[in-house]
């Protein structure tokens, strides 16, 4: 699906922040306009047009909470939110880039501004991790127990985009929901430096043991969604934390992308291909002439805390689910998207070596479902997970007693 841009990246990057529209995090004509003034493949100029706009729409939601216009401030400070998020996201190239922490913070900032006017109970929350805390929101309906679903992102995500993506809509059908970022994502990675980690379960143990402690929270009833590269780790974490009752991957992810790269080169049959010189060199190349691959390496350096692309490929060596994935044991729902273009082939093979109750469910260009993790389709997504997901925890489909392909 291409979006204005012929760049994928920058026409994927449009779609995923349209895409929280009917959650309140982005308005489309402001979402478009913005994207006509930016130069096709320029990553200067797509923070600058997304900072003004999330600028803008940052001061109308001050100037509507001095005038007591409560609902416009709320409306304005979430989509400056995303938009500030927005614009953050092609910096990571240079590490010491003082906008990182600037316009990530402003993020945060509206996204704090806004739950102030919220009709619904949100709490920050800080849960202790090894020597230090990561943060969450806690969401919920009511003081009633609920079942909760426990939410982080991937490669890129923030906590605060999760409100958008799923949040609301696990509101709106009565789960509590906890948001959370870990090791390499959001503040945990750009104020704590802690990298990303290949054995989440180390991150989500601690987070199930505070959710328990929660008089809200069905203990029995607690599911984990990963998305993008929580594909992997949501699913590496299940394999290990045994409390759980469901887990969701969207998509699913067998192994790290980079790990198949260094597979690639190191098996090729030039010898020169093993020599890390020349795989810094070719990769500098291959940056040059893609904007993904650019990102993709630039981002993995800065949430993985790698040197070069050498370290980079052996952080993420251990980024795999071979001889995991069958050690899990609940109901687990495995997503994939039609013309994923990060994981194509991965959610079959993640799926094929699951051995609990498993479902496997294909979302296609017929719904506009067909990008990575649903971008342009969530209100659908979440339709068809939630659906699953009720299925499950109220024992009522039977989806947790057998195992089912389905194509939706």
Request: glycine fraction near 8%.
């Amino acid at each position: 699906m291409k979006l204005i841009f012929n760049d994928d990246t920058f026409s994927f990057e449009l779609l995923r922040t349209l895409s929280y529209a009917p959650f309140g995090g982005a308005d489309i004509g402001e979402c478009l306009a913005t994207a006509y003034r930016i130069r096709e493949g320029d990553m200067e100029s797509w923070y600058t047009e997304w900072y003004k706009t999330a600028e803008r729409v940052f001061a109308y939601g001050e100037e509507s909470l001095e005038r007591g216009k409560l609902v416009n401030a709320k409306e304005n400070y979430l989509r400056a939110s995303n938009y500030y998020r927005t614009a953050e996201f092609f910096l990571h190239g240079n590490q010491q880039d003082p906008r990182i922490l600037d316009t990530w913070g402003k993020s945060r900032h509206a996204f704090h501004k806004a739950i102030k006017l919220l009709n619904i109970s949100v709490e920050k929350v800080e849960i202790p991790y090894e020597d230090t805390t990561i943060p969450g929101y806690f969401y919920s309906v009511d003081q009633k127990i609920r079942p909760t679903l426990l939410v982080h992102g991937g490669f890129d995500s923030t906590g605060e985009e999760l409100y958008f993506e799923v949040g609301v809509s696990a509101l709106e059908r009565g789960y509590n929901c906890l948001t959370f970022e870990g090791p390499g994502q959001g503040s945990v990675i750009r104020e704590q430096k802690i990298p990303f980690r290949y054995d989440w379960e180390k991150v989500v143990t601690p987070v199930v043991d505070y959710l328990v402690t929660r008089s809200e929270v069905d203990t029995k009833k607690i599911a984990l969604l990963g998305i993008s590269l929580g594909g992997y780790l949501a699913p590496r974490a299940a394999a290990f934390e045994h409390r759980l009752a469901a887990c969701i991957a969207n998509d699913g992810l067998f192994s790290n992308q980079f790990r198949e790269m260094g597979r690639k080169f190191y098996q090729g049959r030039d010898e020169e291909f093993n020599k890390p010189a020349f795989m810094e060199e070719f990769v500098q190349f291959l940056m040059k002439q893609s904007t993904n691959v650019q990102w993709a390496i630039e981002n993995g350096m800065f949430t993985y805390g790698a040197s070069s692309v050498i370290d980079l490929i052996e952080k993420t060596d251990a980024i795999t689910l071979e001889g995991v994935a069958d050690k899990i044991k609940c109901p687990t729902l495995v997503c994939e998207a039609e013309a994923d273009h990060f994981f194509a082939g991965q959610p079959k093979m993640l799926y094929d070596a699951l051995t609990c109750p498993k479902t496997f469910l294909s979302f296609t260009a017929e719904d506009g479902a067909e990008e990575h993790c649903q971008f342009g389709a969530l209100v659908y997504f979440n339709q068809r997970m939630f659906e699953w997901l009720d299925g499950i925890l109220n024992i009522e489909s039977g989806l947790n007693n057998q195992n089912t392909i389905s194509t939706l």
